[in-house]
C-alpha cells in the first residue's frame, strides 16, 4: 500500500507541474471553473422560483446538497478519471500501452492514476461550498453521524462513477476510437445533479439501476440529511461494490485479450 501511494504521490506531482509550467493557462481554468460553478448552479434556482419544492421531500436546501455532491463527483471525474481514461486510449492506439505491463505495479492502478487536472481543485471546492451554502439555508450543520455516513457513500459513488469509466476503459481494447462514448456518458452524468424522485417511472429505474447515477448523488445526499434508511445505505454501498468487481473482471479479460499496436 504503502508503494502504491508513492506512486500516486509522483503521478499528482508530475501533473501539478505539467499545469504549473503554464501559470497564466491555470489561472485561466481556475477563472473558468468558477464561471461553471455558476452556471451549474442557476438551473437549480430557476427550478425554484416561485415554488417550494423540485420533488416530493426535495426542498431548496435539500436540492442544493445534491447539487453538492454532483459537482464534488464530476469534479472527481474530470479532474482523475477522464483525463487518464483519455491517456489510455492514445497508448493503446499508440502502443505505448506495453510499457505499462512493463511496469512493476498492476496495469489498472497505472493507467488510473496516469494523469491528473489539478485545477479541478477548483470545483471540488466550490462543491464543497454549495453544500456549506445548501446546510445554511437548513439553519443546521448535519449530525456528525450522517457527516461520516455522507463521506462513506460519497466515496461508494466514487468507486460506481470509476467503475462505469472502466468498463468504457476496457472497450477501447477492441473500439479504439471511445471520444463518442466517454462523452456521452459524461452528457448522462448530468442527470446526477437532479435528485432522483425528479424523474418517474422508466427513467428512474434506468437512472437507479442501470445508470446508477442515484448511488453518486441522491442517497448520498440523503445520507447527509439523515433520510436514508439502512437498506437503502446496505443497497448503495452493494451496488458500488459489485460495480467494481464487475469492472474489476472485464478489465482483465480485456487484458487477456490485448495484442500490441507496436507488434
Sequence with gaps: MIRYARLVWIQVRVS???AMAYRANFIAQGAMALVFIVLTVVPLLV??????KVAPGWDEAGAFVVMSYFMT????LEGVTSPSIVDLVERIRSG???YVLLKPADAQFMVSTSRYEPWKLFDLLGGIGVGVYAFWLRGAPPAPADLALGLVL????VLAMYSMWIVCAAASFWVVRLDNLVYLLGAIFDVARWPIQVFQGLWRIVFTFVIPVAVMTTFPAMALLGRLDLAHVLATLGGAALML?????????????YTSASS
Excluded: E, K
Aim: hydrophobic content about 65%.
Design 96 to 98: 505505448a500501452f506495453d
Design 154 to 157: 460519497l466515496f461508494a459513488g
Design 245 to 257: 468487481v464487475v469492472a474489476r473482471l472485464v478489465w482483465t479479460f480485456a487484458i487477456r485479450n
Design 47 to 52: 427550478a425554484f422560483g416561485g415554488q417550494a
Design 16 to 18: 501539478a507541474a505539467t
Design 73 to 76: 463527483v464530476r469534479a472527481i
